[in-house]
């Protein structure tokens, strides 16, 4: 039987139940569940904002949307994250991330289930786009809990040189949830119905949110000290450091959201691709991210070399769509390249989808244990308005320049979080 250590815990933050013990038990490898937790939480959500949007073709139907419309419901799930990150960030630094992930995906949970009852179309009736955008929204604005509080039980939990391994593992939880999503959602849409996706989704957040309530606690304080429990440095929206890794990190994540949300509708609508290609094409990208995010994270661990990875990533992800902007050119004269695009789409994918782990891991170092849920959930917000203008832009891109304009703006966008990643003198 392995044995089990006695430390003591941190001080409990303001408002927890007096109940909570200074002293509590862990298993030596108790970190490992915490990750678990990490793991199983941004997957959950994870499958929602990446897995309801690979529901476009099948949402834009149901709901007889046109594109517009279509990006404007995808858009206002991306700008409830947004709005929503850095205020739970800021209650995770004050409040600790156990009551603010019980919170947040309890919330997102009932509410999911609330949508799957009421907010589908049925052969009486359909919501319109108002409300299908307005409880997207309200989606957004719970989930938003999700990535800060579990970022900052992880840099709790993990020392120095595990820490870039355990948070790209948590980011692993980005695709996996996604590509489950990507693989699943689209086919249960057309087969049985918004009220069974919204009702799965359900129950993956409620099943987060017990997992968490089973294992997720404050750190011993020797693991604490491994994220310095005294916060150095100035307060992280003072802080001109994570303000640029944040603005970085949002500005990479606008090719990525358009790969998430408008390659279905591309790859139907332009290549004539079926729903098994599109959702496998998506499914292909997820795992690809996955294991470049957890390669990189080990190999930055060992090698000290955050930044010139993460300068690698933006200009590798830039050629990749400015090869994807050819190939649209191209195709569109060329019909034998048709069959090229799904394998191109997931090439650019990957290259975008690959650096998250790293960024993140080295945001929440400069931030400075005290300030990691703020600092995580300001870079956060900068990648939700990501998935909030991204889906609204890309319908009136494809009026004015069709497609090649629309992986071209992404390439663009890659291209100018190059400079900001070069750390300056």
């Known amino acids: 039987m392995s044995a089990i250590v006695t430390r003591n815990v941190c001080q409990p933050p303001a408002g927890d139940i007096a109940g909570a013990s200074a002293r509590r038990a862990f298993g030596p490898n108790h970190r490992w569940k915490v990750l678990g937790i990490g793991v199983a939480a941004n997957a959950g959500f994870s499958a929602t904002f990446s897995g309801i949007p690979a529901t476009a073709v099948a949402m834009r139907q149901g709901y007889h949307l046109d594109n517009a419309s279509l ?4 858009g206002l799930l991306g700008l409830g994250v947004a709005l929503s990150e850095l205020p739970w960030g800021v209650l995770t ?9 019980l919170t947040g995906l309890g919330a997102t949970a009932a509410w999911l289930f609330i949508m799957a009852m009421l907010v589908v179309p049925t052969k009486t009736a359909i919501p319109g786009v108002v409300l299908l955008s307005a409880s997207l929204l309200v989606v957004g604005l719970l989930g938003g809990s999700v990535n800060g509080s579990s970022g900052r039980a992880i840099m709790g939990w993990f020392g120095e040189g595990e820490r870039g391994f355990a948070m790209s593992i948590r980011q692993t939880a980005v695709p996996l949830g996604g590509g489950l999503g990507a693989l699943v959602l689209p086919s249960l849409a057309l087969s049985l119905g918004f009220t069974a996706v919204f009702g799965l989704l359900a129950v993956v957040s409620a099943l987060s949110a017990w997992f968490a309530w089973r294992w997720l606690h404050e750190p011993p304080v020797e693991s604490g000290a491994h994220a310095a429990t005294a916060t150095l440095g100035p307060a992280p929206l003072r802080n001109i450091e994570v303000w640029r890794i944040s603005t970085a990190i949002g500005l990479l994540c606008f090719p990525q959201v358009a790969v998430l949300t408008f390659a279905s509708v591309f790859l139907h609508d332009f290549a ?21 995010r957890v390669w990189s994270g080990r190999f930055t661990d060992r090698h000290g070399n955050r930044q010139p990875f993460l300068k690698g990533c933006s200009a590798l992800s830039a050629l990749a769509f400015l090869a994807l902007w050819l190939l649209v050119i191209g195709a569109a004269g060329a019909p034998s390249l048709l069959p090229l695009l799904p394998l191109m789409v997931v090439v650019a994918g990957i290259s975008v989808s690959a650096w998250h782990g790293v960024a993140y891991t080295e945001l929440a170092t400069l931030a400075g244990a005290g300030h990691v849920g703020t600092a995580l959930s300001l870079a956060n917000s900068f990648v939700f308005i990501g998935f909030c203008l991204v889906p609204i832009a890309i319908p009136w891109l494809l009026v004015v320049f069709a497609w090649p304009g629309v992986w071209l703006a992404a390439a663009i966008c890659a291209a100018l979080a190059w400079p900001i990643f070069l750390r300056p003198a």
């Open 272 to 292: 004539g691709m079926g729903t098994f290609v599109t959702s496998a094409s998506l499914a292909a990208v997820q795992a690809g991210a996955m294991a470049m």
């Open 71 to 74: 990006g404007l419901a995808l």
């Open 93 to 101: 630094d004050r409040w600790g991330d156990r009551r603010v992930l």
